[in-house]
Each structure stands twice: as C-alpha cells, then as structure tokens.
C-alpha cells in the first residue's frame, strides 16, 4: 500500500471520527443508567414503574431504567443501601427501622399512599375484628411491625404466629386458617374464584405505613436531578397506569408467567377503589411528614426502634412535585 492511500485511510478515518463526536456533542446526551430493585415479582402494585418504562417517560426523563424482581425472604434494604441498586421498592416502617440502624436510606417517593398488608379469613371465621385474633393462629411474615402493633393494642396474650408459605392451598383447605395478605391481591382472586371472604385491613387499626420508594444517602446526594427526573416520570408513570392499563399488563405478564389478566384486573380495581395510589386531595407519590411521626412514635412505643433519633432524616419531600 503506498504511503499517499495511507495517509488518505487515515485521514479519513480521523474525518469520521471528528464527526461523531460533533454529532454527539449536538444531540441528545447519553441516558443516565439506573436501577430499580423491586419488593416481589411484577404485579399491579408496582405496575406505574413498568407503565414509565414501556411507554417511554423515563427515557424522555434521560434515564435507562433496568427494573428487577425479588423473591420471598430476600431483603431490599440492604442491597439499595449498598449501592447494588438506585433505587427500591419497601415499606415506610422498614425504612425508618432501617435508619434507626444506621442503614443510610431515605425515602424519596410514597409508591403506594398505604400499605395494602391485612388479614384474610373465611366469610363464615368467628374473626370480624383483630380482637378476635386472640388464642388463634395466624399465617405470616413473623416480626413485621404490625403484628407487633396489632398485638400490643387488641392485648393479644395467646396469639400464634405461624410462617406464610405464600400459597392459596392452606387457606382453601381449612376453613378455620387464618393468613396475612395483600387487599389488593389474595381476597380478590378468592372471591373471583368463589370463595367468600372477609380482610382486615392493617390500615384501619392505625398501623398506616406508606409503600416505599427508597433510595441511599449516597446516591440522593450525588445525583439529585437524576432522583427528581426519576420520581417525577414514576409519578406519571402510575397516573398513566390507573388510566389506561393495557400494554403495562401485557409487559407485566411477559415478566412474570405466573400472573394472569384477571388478577392484574381485580387489583387495579382494588389500587382505585381504595384509594391506594390517590385519593381526594392526595396526589400520587405524596408523602405527609406527620403521617411519619405517627409511624416513627409506634414503632418506638413497640422499642422495634430501640433509641430515639431524628426521623426526619429517613425521608424528603423534596423530590415530590406538589399538585
């Protein structure tokens, strides 16, 4: 090869060069990577993420979102804390637990205005009240807050904690058991199937968390913009979903085999009919900084917080557009 073509090659080859960098350098920039660690599989509780990642608006926002699931007995916290994952999916009590830890998490968003725990009995159990839980067996997740909460209030002496297998089977077998669930997700697919049940809400004994969107210290501090822009499209991302559900669910039950339409129907009703995303005067995403005091006062009365500290430091508002 002489060396006039060489020089030729290589000046062309620096020419293309320059141009991608212009054209770089005129467009778009690049998207900002980020992760989020869901609570459990893709479902309709945690749909308004999947809604702004199918329909574009964390793209739009500049952001490339990776969302991945959690199985049963895995822990959120701990990897969103150690910078595994941006963001998570919890819940306002474990959040405020976790801090009071010295676990640097902070609460950037309010991904469900309540948490949807309660109890499910048959429609026939002697059980209409928590106080009716005494001398009984209840299938759950042993240690959560509001077991503690619902013990110490009802004086629940001789109440028997047995562990939640995460299967309908027990449940439909026995018409006397007694299970932790999901309003939003075991009572409705019961009844859809014809069984006939009630729920107790954990909400309505005043254990009220919020569903958590958490991030940590360190990532907050270091890329706020990219925490706003984040919050900013999941809230729209939720709005989308309520409204228009269709091509969400179809990604959902690509994720996720084991979900139906039918379930991912009968929660969203449950997310609207409760109010679980929004309510009147509550716009979605809220946080309300007394509704954080009440937890962090319960969860100090019950000594799962075992030192006072400032609360506050668990969670901001600061990322949430007001309505």
Same mark, same amino acid.
């Not at 822009?229 to 729209?236: D, H, Q, R």
């Given at each position: 090869?002489?060396?006039?073509?060489?020089?030729?090659?290589?000046?062309?080859?620096? *020419?293309?060069?320059?141009?991608?960098?212009?054209? &770089?350098?005129?467009?778009?920039?690049?998207?900002?990577?980020?992760?989020?660690?869901?609570?459990?599989?893709?479902?309709?509780? &945690?749909?308004?993420?999947?809604?702004?990642?199918?329909?574009?608006?964390?793209?739009?926002?500049?952001?490339?979102?990776?969302?991945?699931?959690?199985?049963?007995?895995?822990?959120?916290?701990?990897?969103?804390?150690?910078g595994k994952y941006d963001f998570g999916l919890g819940s306002s009590d474990q959040v405020l637990i976790a801090r009071?830890?010295?676990?640097?998490?902070?609460?950037?968003? @309010?991904?469900?205005?309540? $948490?949807?725990?309660?109890?499910?009995?048959? $429609? #026939? *159990?002697?059980?209409?009240?928590?106080?009716?839980?005494?001398?009984?067996?209840?299938?759950?997740?042993?240690?959560?807050?509001?077991?503690?909460?619902?013990?110490?209030?009802?004086?629940?002496?001789?109440?028997?904690?047995?562990?939640?297998?995460?299967?309908?089977?027990?449940?439909?077998?026995?018409?006397?058991?007694?299970?932790?669930?999901?309003?939003?997700?075991?009572?409705?697919?019961?009844?859809?199937? #014809?069984?006939?049940?009630?729920?107790?809400?954990?909400?309505?004994?005043?254990? $009220?968390?919020?569903?958590?969107?958490?991030?940590?210290?360190?990532?907050?501090?270091?890329?706020?913009?990219?925490?706003?822009?984040?919050?900013?499209? *999941?809230?729209?991302?939720?709005? @989308?979903?309520?409204?228009?559900?269709? *091509?969400?669910?179809?990604?959902?039950?690509?994720?996720?085999?084991?979900?139906?339409?039918?379930?991912?129907?009968?929660?969203?009703?449950?997310?609207?009919?409760?109010?679980?995303?929004?309510?009147? #005067?509550?716009?979605?995403?809220?946080?309300?900084?007394?509704?954080?005091?009440?937890?962090?006062?319960?969860?100090?009365?019950?000594?799962?917080?075992?030192?006072?500290?400032?609360?506050?430091?668990?969670?901001?508002?600061?990322?949430?557009?007001?309505?």
């Amino acid at each position: 090869m002489s060396s006039k073509r060489l020089r030729l090659i290589k000046s062309c080859i620096l *020419s293309l060069t320059l141009l991608v960098g212009i054209s &770089n350098a005129l467009g778009d920039p690049p998207s900002k990577k980020v992760t989020l660690l869901l609570d459990w599989y893709p479902e309709a509780e &945690n749909a308004g993420y999947f809604y702004a990642l199918t329909h574009g608006l964390y793209a739009r926002a500049g952001l490339e979102v990776r969302i991945s699931p959690i199985g049963p007995n895995a822990s959120v916290e701990p990897q969103v804390a150690l910078g595994k994952y941006d963001f998570g999916l919890g819940s306002s009590d474990q959040v405020l637990i976790a801090r009071s830890r010295g676990v640097p998490l902070v609460m950037v968003m @309010g991904s469900l205005q309540h $948490d949807p725990v309660g109890v499910m009995v048959h $429609d #026939g *159990s002697p059980v209409h009240t928590f106080a009716d839980l005494e001398g009984r067996t209840v299938a759950a997740q042993p240690g959560l807050p509001w077991i503690l909460y619902v013990a110490k209030k009802y004086q629940l002496r001789n109440i028997r904690i047995i562990p939640l297998s995460f299967d309908y089977a027990p449940f439909l077998r026995d018409p006397n058991y007694i299970q932790q669930c999901f309003i939003t997700s075991e009572p409705p697919i019961m009844e859809h199937i #014809g069984v006939k049940v009630r729920t107790l809400w954990v909400k309505d004994s005043g254990c $009220d968390a919020y569903m958590a969107l958490e991030s940590s210290d360190r990532f907050v501090a270091a890329h706020p913009d990219v925490v706003r822009a984040f919050v900013a499209a *999941s809230i729209a991302g939720w709005r @989308g979903y309520l409204a228009d559900p269709a *091509s969400t669910d179809s990604e959902i039950l690509r994720r996720n085999p084991a979900m139906s339409a039918i379930q991912l129907e009968l929660s969203r009703k449950v997310l609207l009919e409760y109010h679980l995303v929004e309510g009147p #005067g509550i716009a979605p995403g809220s946080l309300d900084p007394e509704r954080m005091r009440n937890q962090y006062k319960i969860l100090r009365t019950l000594d799962i917080i075992h030192a006072d500290y400032d609360y506050r430091i668990a969670f901001t508002t600061r990322f949430i557009s007001q309505p």
